[in-house]
C-alpha cells in the first residue's frame, strides 16, 4: 500500500508539471516570434542613425566653426583657395546686407545634396540668416533660413553670368551683389542671364592655359620675324611691279641726278621700327600672367591640413576627416583600433596610422596620396609603420610601408582592387564599405610576407609647385623661337604667292593694255599685209607707249618732240575711223619718238617694210616681181643680211583698202604701202615724214 501510494504521488508531480513545460514553452515561442521584427526593426533604425549620425558629425564640426568666423574656409583646397583669403570673402559677405554664414568645401563633401548640408548646419547652429555653399569654382548653394533674401535667383546669375573659370572669389562676389539688389532685381537678373546663356551668349573664359600662351607665344614669333622681312621682301617689289605694269606712267627724275639709295635705308628703318613695335605691342595685347583665378596659397595654408592630420594621429592611430561624412561606426572603429593593436604586436608587425582624409588635385598633395603619406610622416617625425590613406569621398584605398620588414611592393601593387578601388556594391553604399574594405586590407597586412631588412618606398614623385603651378611662362620663351623660323618661311612663302597673284594681274592687264613688240623682234614678226585691225590694235599700242614713255616731256629732247607732236596729230581725232595709211604712219613716228626719248640714233625705218623698225644701212632691192627696176632703200637688219633678192617683194609692205582687206567681189585689193604720198616719205627719214604729217593735216 505504501509502494502504491509512492507512485501515485510521483504521477500526480508529473501531471502537474505538464501545464508549467507548455506555458513556459509558450512564452518561448511568442518571444521569438516578437524578436524576429524587433532585431529587423533595430537594424534599420541602426543603419538610419548611421547615416544620421554621419550627416550630424559633418554638420555639428561646421557650426562650431561657424559658430566661432560666419566664414569657414577648408584646409584642403589650398591651390584653389587658400585659407587666407577668408579676409576677401569676409568682406563680400558684408554686401548682402544679411547675416551671412559662408562654407567653402570640397565638391563632394555633401553626401546628397548641398541644400540638406546647409540644413543640417542651420540646425546644429541654431541661427537665421543666408547659408551659402561654395566648392572650388564656384557658388553651388545657398539658403536662407528666417530672412528674406533671393538665394536661388543670386546662385542662377553666378551661373549663368560668369564663366568656368571665374573662381570661388569672384563668383561670391556676384552672388552677394545679387542678394544686395533684392528680390525683384535679382530675380530679372536671374531670367535676364538665363536668356542670354540659352541662346548661345555665353560669358567668354577669363584665363589662357599654358597651351594657349604657347600659340601666342608662337603668333608672336612669327609677327616679329615674319612682318618685317615680308616689308623687306615686298615692297620694293611692289613698287617695282606697279612702275613697270602696262600702261604705267614713267617715273619722274630729274636732269642731272642719280637715283639715290636712301630709299632702301628708308625700307630698312621701317622693317626695323615694324618689329620694335611688334615686340612692345605684344607684352600689351598678350597680358596674361596667370592660367587662374586662384592665389597663390602660402606656407601655413599649403600646411594646414597636414598638421591637422598629424596631430590627430598622434593622439589615435585613426584620424577621420570631421569636414567629410562619417564611413565608420562606433563598432567599425573599435574594430579597426583592435586589428590595429594585433598587428602591432604580431612578429615584424608594427604601427599602423589610418588617415581618412579625401584626396582632390586642389591639396597640397595635389590628389597623390604617396606624397600625402610621406608628408604627415615627416609631420610624425619621420615615425615607421604603415600608412593607410583612405579617401572617404571616394573609397580609394592606397598603402604605403615605411620602416616596417614588410613586402612594401606587394602592399603597393599586389593589393586587391576590391580593397584599393571597391567594387559594384561599394560604389552604391554612401560609406564605400570602407570599414569592411580596411579590415580586409588588416587580413592581408597579417598575411603579408615579412622581410629580413627594413624596408621602406623610394621617394615619392615630386607634386607641381602650388606656389607658381599657376604661373604663364614668359611670351618670349619656348615656341618663341621657333614662331622666328615659322615668320621666316611663312614671309617667304606669302611672297611667292603674291609674286605670283601680281604676274597673273599683269597678265590680265596686258590682255587689256598688251605691250610693244619689242624692238629687236619687229623683222620677224611684223607681217608684210597686215590686216586693218592689226593695223588699229598695233597703232593703239604703240601710241599708248609712247604716251607712257613720253610723260610731261620734261626729258625729252628736240627730236622726240617733233616725232611727238607728229604722232598726236595723226591721232588727235581718235584711232578707230583712220585708214591703214595714217594708221601705219602712227606706228611708225611712236616707235620713232621711244627710241628718240631712249637716245637712240635711228633716223629711217626699213624702205621693205616700215614696220621692221629703224634701218642700218641701204642698199639696191628688186621689191616688184613685175618690174625689175631697182631701188635705193634703206634695211633692217633681217632686209640687210637675211634675205635673198627674190625674197624682197615678198616682203613688201602692202596695205588694204579703205575698206578692209578685200573689195566688193570678195578679191585682194592690196596696194605698195610707198604708191600713198604720206609713206612714201617714210624710207626717207622720220624728219621728212613728220612735216609731211603736217602738210597734210594742215591741208585737211
Known amino acids: 500500500m505504501r509502494t502504491a501510494a509512492k507512485t501515485n504521488d510521483a504521477v500526480r508531480a508529473q501531471l502537474l508539471t505538464l501545464p508549467t513545460l507548455f506555458t513556459l514553452l509558450a512564452l518561448l515561442i511568442t518571444a521569438f516570434a516578437t524578436a524576429a521584427p524587433a532585431a529587423q526593426a533595430a537594424q534599420a533604425a541602426g543603419s538610419t542613425a548611421q547615416s544620421a549620425t554621419s550627416t550630424d558629425t559633418q554638420a555639428a564640426y561646421l557650426a562650431a566653426r561657424l559658430r566661432t568666423d560666419p566664414v569657414y574656409i577648408t584646409d584642403q583646397l589650398p591651390r584653389e583657395i587658400p585659407q587666407s583669403t577668408a579676409p576677401a570673402f569676409a568682406k563680400l559677405a558684408q554686401r548682402t546686407g544679411v547675416p551671412t554664414y559662408v562654407l567653402l568645401l570640397p565638391g563632394e563633401a555633401a553626401t546628397t545634396t548641398g541644400a540638406d548640408l546647409l540644413d543640417a548646419v542651420h540646425d546644429r547652429l541654431g541661427k537665421d540668416g543666408l547659408y551659402v555653399l561654395i566648392d572650388e569654382s564656384s557658388v553651388t548653394d545657398a539658403r536662407a533660413y528666417g530672412i528674406k533674401a533671393p538665394a536661388e535667383d543670386a546662385v542662377t546669375v553666378t551661373f549663368y553670368e560668369l564663366p568656368y573659370d571665374a573662381g570661388p572669389l569672384r563668383s561670391f562676389e556676384r552672388f552677394a551683389d545679387a542678394i544686395a539688389q533684392g528680390t525683384e532685381k535679382a530675380a530679372a537678373r536671374a531670367d535676364a542671364a538665363r536668356e542670354k546663356y540659352d541662346a548661345g551668349d555665353e560669358p567668354a573664359e577669363l584665363y589662357i592655359g599654358p597651351s594657349d600662351r604657347e600659340n601666342q607665344s608662337l603668333l608672336t614669333g612669327i609677327a616679329i620675324a615674319g612682318v618685317p622681312l615680308l616689308i623687306l621682301l615686298l615692297v620694293p617689289y611692289v613698287r617695282r611691279w606697279w612702275h613697270r605694269r602696262p600702261g ?6 630729274a636732269k642731272g641726278k642719280s637715283k639715290k639709295p636712301s630709299g632702301t635705308w628708308i625700307l630698312a628703318a621701317l622693317a626695323l621700327a615694324t618689329a620694335v613695335a611688334i615686340a612692345l605691342t ?9 592660367s587662374s583665378a586662384s592665389p597663390p596659397p602660402r606656407a601655413i595654408d599649403l600646411n594646414a591640413r597636414l598638421d591637422r592630420v598629424a596631430a590627430g594621429l598622434a593622439e589615435d592611430p585613426v584620424y577621420a576627416d570631421p569636414e567629410s561624412p562619417r564611413v565608420l561606426d ?11 593593436e594585433k598587428f602591432g604586436s604580431s612578429k615584424g608587425g608594427g604601427p599602423v596610422f589610418v588617415a581618412l582624409v579625401p584626396q582632390t588635385y586642389a591639396d597640397e598633395s595635389e590628389a597623390d596620396e604617396e606624397a600625402f603619406a610621406a608628408a604627415v610622416r615627416d609631420k610624425l617625425g619621420g615615425k615607421d609603420g604603415v600608412y593607410i590613406v583612405a579617401d572617404p569621398l571616394d573609397g580609394y584605398i592606397n598603402v604605403f610601408n615605411y620602416g616596417l620588414r614588410l613586402d612594401t611592393y606587394s602592399l603597393l601593387f599586389d593589393l586587391p582592387e576590391s580593397i584599393a578601388y571597391g567594387d559594384a556594391k561599394s560604389d552604391e553604399a554612401d560609406d564605400h564599405l570602407l570599414g569592411e574594405r580596411l579590415d580586409d ?25 602650388p606656389i607658381t603651378e599657376d604661373d604663364l611662362p614668359p611670351l618670349y620663351y619656348g615656341d618663341f623661337w621657333s614662331g622666328l623660323i615659322v615668320g621666316a618661311l611663312a614671309a617667304l612663302l606669302f611672297f611667292g604667292l603674291a609674286a605670283a597673284t601680281l604676274g597673273i594681274v599683269r597678265k590680265l592687264l596686258l590682255r587689256r593694255n598688251p605691250e610693244p ?22 597703232a593703239k599700242t604703240e601710241l599708248r607707249a609712247m604716251t607712257t614713255a613720253f610723260g610731261t616731256g620734261e626729258t625729252a629732247d628736240a627730236r622726240a618732240r617733233n616725232r611727238y607732236d607728229a604722232t598726236m596729230l595723226l591721232a588727235n581725232d581718235g584711232i578707230d575711223d583712220l585708214r591703214p595709211v595714217p594708221l601705219v604712219a602712227i606706228i611708225v613716228l611712236a616707235r620713232a619718238t621711244r627710241d628718240a626719248l631712249a637716245h637712240g640714233f635711228a633716223t629711217r625705218c626699213c624702205g621693205v617694210n616700215p614696220l621692221h623698225g629703224a634701218a642700218n644701212s641701204s642698199r639696191h632691192v628688186r621689191v616688184s616681181t613685175e618690174d625689175n627696176r631697182r631701188k635705193m632703200l634703206p634695211l633692217c637688219d633681217r632686209c640687210l643680211n637675211d634675205t635673198a633678192p627674190n625674197d624682197y617683194p615678198a616682203l613688201l609692205l602692202t596695205l588694204p583698202g579703205p575698206d578692209g582687206d578685200l573689195d566688193s ?18 624710207p626717207e627719214g ?9 602738210e597734210s593735216t594742215q591741208v585737211h
Not at 332 to 339: S, Y
Open 248 to 253: 604705267a606712267a614713267p617715273r619722274k627724275q
Open 282 to 290: 605684344a607684352p600689351l595685347l598678350f597680358d596674361q600672367t596667370r
Open 330 to 340: 562606433d563598432g567599425q572603429l573599435r574594430q579597426l583600433h583592435t586589428r590595429i
Open 517 to 538: 613688240i619689242p624692238t629687236e623682234l619687229l623683222p620677224q614678226v611684223s607681217p608684210a599685209a597686215p590686216s586693218l585691225s592689226y593695223l588699229r590694235d598695233t
Open 665 to 682: 567681189d570678195g578679191d585682194s585689193d592690196r596696194t605698195p604701202y610707198y604708191e600713198d604720198d604720206l609713206l612714201a616719205a617714210a
Open 686 to 694: 622720220f624728219t621728212k615724214l613728220g612735216r609731211k604729217v603736217r
Open 441 to 465: 586590407l588588416m587580413d592581408i597586412l597579417d598575411k603579408t610576407d615579412r622581410t629580413d631588412e627594413p624596408t621602406t618606398p623610394g621617394d615619392p614623385y615630386p607634386v607641381t609647385n
